[in-house]
């Protein structure tokens, strides 16, 4: 049973096209592409800009009505074009009057009677008219589909946008934007609403907080989270994600698949993954299918496109892939895809063909020869190329291995004589050093000792002789001041009794403040005198001795 459940198609998708008219003519944005999505299984749609992948993405989920073709979930059809009916009814019609007017123009040369003529043309147009009816039931039958598919069977497919910040209306709060498929299912309950939203929010990575706030107020991450939970709130089984991480930065186009891969494994979702970048489509896909210009050309597992890519187009596009290594960037050699001289399909059309076991390239009969034999290993052109290669990667090991060699050799010739010859010099320096710094310290000492013995005899005289003449210059000062106080004493005493003589007093005092600071003055000039005479002394005597 559970190997049944993981082979079980869930999309399965036939000559789906979705055309646009362009003027006069037509733009065939998805031509014919067939593929199909197993249940719990991650489906990478990959190639360059403008090749339909989005467009593809947009027609299964119905925003766009397929031109041609049929989409299938779960068995039922919810998408189908009319356009080929249409078309085989017009060509049909077309033809008949060709034909017609053949079979008159037999009948005027006179190369077929009329009764045979008239016979023929009833059969043709019996004929065609039975296949018009067919179409004209197709096309009955397709409306009826598209138009009478349950909303129950389409809401189980949701989608994530590419640019986040399109896809959310600005003037819609957070639990507006992701509460508003279950408003429209008709679901009126204000409280469940609320923690499903809430819900929805932690799954993804988010707090409740951000519910009533608007999608300006959050960062390009934020916003894919927001249209993330938007599409998982409504329980789908097929989540189509188109280009989720194309327009965030690195660390978040991580964050952003590790999301999706937590959310496929909690709620066994299906998910068909639009992208450009190869490296990391291989990391989240289980199969992989290359577009080129509305075309799928090549489809298959994302291990074996990686390691045996057919299609000249797959080619080109791993080629393009850049690895953080710089020796490999410098020799990485690119291809170009030239469809032109490429292919010729001249003779015969080319079509989805299975090479090997789930492994389809688009081709025709000799390109699907050549495809075999590159994948058997028989080809002729590939084994002269492997031989070339592997002589020439021998041949570089070789002449590396020559060429360091010598070198290595040569290098430690050159560096023991220098490591020798430096020795021998450095020890001879060492002794001389020695030697002639020994005499220089003892001539240096024996000049400092007598030096410092003449200082300190010069020192101690004449610090006797400032101390003798500080002595009577302190006596001096005493005395003068002695005769001063008592005359301030005499004359503030008259002061108290009488007011008026106020003058008299202050003159006195300065007075008697001037002498003594003058004399003080003048006897620690003296002192300052005699101090730089010693000074003088001892800066001669030093002189004398070193000279």
Not at 3 to 12: I, S
Not at 327 to 340: I, S, V
Not at 369 to 378: H, R, S, W
């Amino acid at each position: 049973m559970e190997n049944k459940q993981e082979e079980q198609v869930l999309l399965k998708v036939e000559n789906l096209s979705q055309y646009f008219p362009l003027g006069n003519q037509t733009l065939k944005a998805v031509d014919h592409v067939s593929f199909d999505i197993k249940k719990g299984e991650v489906f990478g749609l990959v190639g360059e800009s403008g090749c339909g992948k989005t467009t593809t993405g947009r027609t299964i989920i119905r925003i766009y009505n397929p031109s041609t073709g049929n989409v299938y979930f779960n068995g039922k059809r919810i998408g189908a074009g009319i356009q080929d009916y249409k078309e085989g009814i017009k060509n049909t019609k077309s033809e008949e009057k060709k034909t017609i007017k053949e079979i008159n123009d037999a009948v005027l040369n006179g190369e077929k009677s009329k009764e045979n003529a008239d016979l023929e043309i009833q059969q043709l147009k019996e004929s065609n008219a039975l296949k018009i009816k067919d179409l004209k039931k197709e096309i009955s039958s397709a409306k009826y589909d598209q138009k009478h598919t349950k909303k129950d069977v389409v809401t189980k497919i949701q989608m994530i946008f590419q640019d986040p910040i399109a896809s959310l209306d600005p003037r819609m709060t957070v639990k507006e934007i992701i509460s508003e498929g279950l408003v429209i299912q008709g679901v009126k309950d204000k409280k469940y609403i609320e923690e499903k939203v809430y819900e929805m929010l932690e799954l993804v990575g988010l707090v409740r907080e951000h519910a009533d706030r608007y999608p300006h107020e959050f960062s390009g991450g934020q916003r894919q989270r927001i249209g993330i939970a938007r599409a998982i709130i409504m329980n789908p089984e097929l989540i189509i994600a188109d280009e989720p991480v194309s327009a965030l930065d690195v660390s978040i186009q991580a964050q952003v698949i590790n999301l999706l891969n937590e959310l496929r494994e909690k709620m066994g979702l299906t998910i068909l993954f639009i992208a450009h970048d190869l490296s990391v489509v291989k990391y989240f896909s289980n199969r992989i299918g290359v577009m080129y210009f509305g075309k799928m050309v090549e489809l298959t597992t994302s291990d074996e496109l990686f390691a045996h890519p057919l299609h000249p187009y797959t080619r080109s596009l791993l080629s393009a892939i850049p690895l953080p290594d710089p020796e490999y960037e410098k020799k990485r050699k690119r291809f170009t895809y030239n469809p032109l001289a490429e292919h010729d399909y001249s003779k015969q059309e080319p079509t989805l063909r299975e090479i090997v076991p789930g492994h389809f390239v688009l081709c025709n009969d000799e390109e699907e020869k050549k495809y075999l034999e590159i994948l058997n290993g028989d080809s002729k052109a590939t084994e002269p190329v492997k031989e070339a290669a592997a002589e020439e990667a021998a041949l570089v090991e070789e002449t590396v291995a020559e060429e360091t060699t010598p070198v290595e050799e040569t290098v430690a010739e050159e560096t023991t004589p220098v490591e020798e010859t430096v020795a021998e010099e450095s020890a001879p320096v060492e002794e001389t050093v020695s030697e002639e710094a020994a005499p220089v310290e003892e001539t240096v000492s024996e000049e400092a000792a007598p030096v410092e013995e003449t200082v300190a005899e010069e020192a101690t005289p004449v610090e006797e002789t400032v101390a003798e003449e500080a002595a009577p210059v302190e006596e001096t000062v005493a005395e003068e001041a002695a005769p001063v106080e008592e005359t301030v004493a005499e004359e503030s005493a008259p002061v108290v009794e009488a007011k008026p003589a106020k003058k008299t007093t202050k003159s006195t005092t300065t007075k008697a403040k001037s002498t003594t600071t003058t004399k003080a003055k003048s006897t620690t000039t003296k002192t300052k005198s005699t101090t730089t005479k010693s000074k003088t002394t001892t800066k001669k005597a030093v002189n004398k001795e070193e000279e």
